[in-house]
């Protein structure tokens, strides 16, 4: 293989690279549709009360926790631009908090 031809190549699998970021990227660049970010800081809101009240059991903070989990891989989907996942972890956060009476 001459210069040319690893430099054709290199190219080629950089620009294939590329394209598949932008695939994967999703909605990565464009702005979270305004229900969500509201549905965002409903769920935050309800998390800081619940930590706020301190007076839970371990199951209620079992569930607390995986709310909360749930809710920091939503903050990870929006910052990718994954809006659907992020819809979908702040809707299971949100009916947790909802099981645990917010």
Known sequence: MN???RWAAFALAAFLALGARATFAGDA???PPPE???LEREVSLKLAHVR???SYDSAARTQLH???QLDM???KNL?????DRARDNLVK???ILGRLGM
């Open 93 to 95: 956060a949100n009916a």
């Open 79 to 83: 910052a990718a631009g994954d809006y």
């Open 36 to 38: 969500l970010r509201k």
């Open 73 to 75: 891989t939503a903050e």
């Open 29 to 31: 660049g464009k702005a």
């Open 52 to 54: 706020d009240e301190e």
């Open 3 to 5: 210069h040319r031809t």
């Open 66 to 68: 995986e709310a909360h």
